[in-house]
């Protein structure tokens, strides 16, 4: 698994009898429990309307509220594209450059970027970006013995069992946080 994958888990966290309902950190990024959500949906737009070029964007998250507020419904902001970043290989450029492109589809684009790159967030904001953090625990097991480490950050622990720098794998995360930059 990689860290990606266990942070989308941990942001939609579907209730293991409906899975279909959210109930993690998204609930409060959106401010609803009553959406619809779809995963790595692909959209096509034209940069210019007379030009055949089509461009391709694919949200990581794109959420559909439900229930909607007269303000939501008089900004059409009844979907959100959510870009979710890691700390494995951040590029604000690449990202800055991949969530303008959703702003052609999506009147609400929001990203969550990891809270070590705090100080991208003013870059954001002047671009008129919501901007979340997250913060979580690894937890790895030790191919070799399997006990597992848990630990912050992108690097692999050294097994407290075997007392080596032995291969792990990630398992999931643990006390995942999204708070909203203010």
Not at 32 to 46: A, D, G, K, Q, V
Not at 145 to 162: H, Y
């Amino acid at each position: 698994m990689k860290i990606h994958d266990a942070l989308i888990y941990e942001l939609i966290k579907p209730e293991k009898s409906e899975p279909y309902k959210a109930t993690g950190g998204i609930v409060d990024i959106v401010g609803t429990s009553n959406i619809r959500y779809t995963l790595e949906s692909s959209f096509t737009y034209h940069e210019i309307p007379e030009q055949a070029v089509a461009v391709t964007m694919t949200p990581d998250v794109v959420v559909t509220k439900l229930n909607l507020t007269l303000e939501e419904k008089e900004t059409d902001r009844r979907n959100v594209a959510i870009e979710l970043e890691t700390d494995e290989d951040f590029d604000f450029g690449n990202s800055l450059r991949q969530i303008k492109k959703y702003q052609n589809k999506f009147n609400d684009v929001r990203v969550i970027i990891p809270i070590e790159y705090e100080k991208f967030v003013p870059l954001y904001k002047n671009e008129g970006f919501r901007v979340y953090f997250w913060k979580a625990i690894r937890k790895y097991q030790c191919l070799r013995c399997k006990n597992e480490t848990e630990i912050e950050g992108p690097f692999e622990p050294k097994c407290k069992k075997c007392n080596k720098y032995s291969k792990h794998r990630l398992i999931g995360l643990k006390d995942a946080k999204f708070d909203e930059f203010s």
